[in-house]
């Protein structure tokens, strides 16, 4: 919008408070607060839903990849074929075997369900989901025969387990006798814990040696799953149609939507729910910008007058009303990103702050699956979110503006 000196002259007065104004002007800052607070409250839940997703996916994904080969009964007795012919697909990152399997674990009296996972030493050893999250201990000690495992966290905590201390595994696949199967109990020792940040992960995993599981679990050389990694996640389902016909005699594929849907369409749909109902927040900023222009147009109505009959154009009070009106949007806007960007970069202090002052856990893993509030800002979204304000303002300047530029000087200074 091009305005001329004496426009930009007009405007910038217009903009400031004068005698008998004042009303008007706390009208207008309760409209850049709005602005504000709306844009802010937008970036912040859209970055951290964003960010909530992207860790939950990188850390999911990190853990059971971007597919999973499973066997019909739990077994996969000719991997090595599926693995070769899975890495020569194209899109196919990795095919990694491995064995999954839910059992029983207990330490110092207490019994916990766990999930017994069993990967290749280097498998283990290349996962930086697992290497950088170690706690204590190290994953170092663990070795084929060694009797040594790696536990989650909050595992450890359930079963006051510690590195150095024991647990033992109790398989239901046990060995038969005269009065029924006995399940088989295999002590192990604790030589790391680790903590991914994924609570459902870090309450339930024991990480062995590949060799070690299949001893376990008396599965001989078979695994249960090939674990498959692709260049892009979105794309998973056309690399997976061309392994279909090599997989479907002996087993199933499941990508990571399937394994997750509930989930991640959850947090989907929540993200849009937010999105549209904190939109309403700047709505009603848009709406406070039209009352305090019209609130203006009706105080300045002589001088409007007067600088109609000194040739000031009807598009040129238009222009005038439309740049305050937007002038304040813009403001608004600002504040808005520098609010946004303040609080995501303290966020875990904040809620560890009003955590303090409540005396309520307004973040348990238990319930968020991850360990700290994640955020992920997308510039795309960020500059969305100030088109649409400026969108909701410019538009909420229209009717003020229009009435602005049709004011009839002769009947406002009749009696003048």
Request: aromatic share 6%; net charge negative; charged share 20%.
């Amino acid at each position: 919008m091009i305005l001329n000196r004496h426009e930009r002259m007009i405007a910038r007065r217009y903009l400031l408070p004068h005698k008998g104004e004042g009303f008007i002007f706390v009208v207008a800052g309760f409209s850049v607060g709005a602005v504000a607070l709306g844009v802010a409250a937008l970036i912040i839940v859209m970055s951290v839903m964003n960010g909530f997703r992207a860790e939950l996916f990188d850390r999911i994904v990190g853990l059971n990849g971007h597919a999973l080969v499973q066997g019909y009964n739990g077994r996969l007795s000719d991997w090595e074929e599926i693995a070769d012919t899975a890495r020569e697909t194209p899109g196919v990152v990795s095919a990694l075997p491995l064995i999954e399997q839910p059992l029983m674990a207990s330490a110092s009296g207490r019994v916990e369900g766990v999930l017994v996972r069993g990967n290749r030493l280097e498998d283990i050893r290349n996962n930086p989901i697992i290497t950088q999250n170690v706690i204590a201990g190290s994953l170092a000690e663990l070795r084929p025969g060694s009797g040594n495992v790696a536990i989650g966290a909050r595992l450890a905590e359930m079963l006051a387990a510690y590195p150095g201390s024991e647990i033992s595994l109790i398989s239901p696949d046990g060995r038969p006798t005269p009065v029924g199967t006995v399940p088989r109990i295999v002590t192990y020792r604790v030589a790391a814990i680790f903590e991914v940040g994924v609570f459902d992960y870090d309450k339930a995993f024991v990480v062995m040696p590949m060799e070690d599981a299949q001893t376990l679990l008396m599965m001989g050389d078979d695994v249960a799953m090939i674990e498959l990694k692709v260049e892009d996640p979105d794309r998973v389902a056309d690399v997976l149609r061309r392994l279909q016909p090599v997989v479907q005699p002996v087993g199933v594929l499941v990508d990571w939507r399937q394994m997750n849907s509930a989930l991640f369409e959850a947090l989907e749909i929540e993200r849009v729910a937010m999105f549209v109902v904190l939109s309403i927040i700047i709505l009603v900023a848009a709406f406070n910008i039209a009352s305090s222009l019209i609130m203006l147009v009706r105080s300045k109505r002589r001088d409007i007058a007067i600088l109609r009959t000194m040739g000031a154009s009807r598009a040129g009070m238009t222009r005038i009303f439309m740049t305050v009106g937007l002038t304040i949007g813009v403001i608004g806007i600002l504040i808005g990103i520098a609010l946004g960007a303040m609080f995501l970069f303290f966020r875990q202090g904040v809620v560890d702050l009003i955590q303090a002052f409540s005396g309520q856990d307004l973040w348990d893993p238990s319930v968020r699956f991850l360990s700290e509030l994640p955020s992920k800002t997308d510039p795309i979204e960020v500059g969305a979110i100030v088109i649409v304000t400026v969108i909701l303002v410019f538009l909420a300047t229209l009717f003020p503006s229009r009435r602005a530029a049709a004011t009839d000087p002769v009947e406002v200074l009749r009696y003048e």
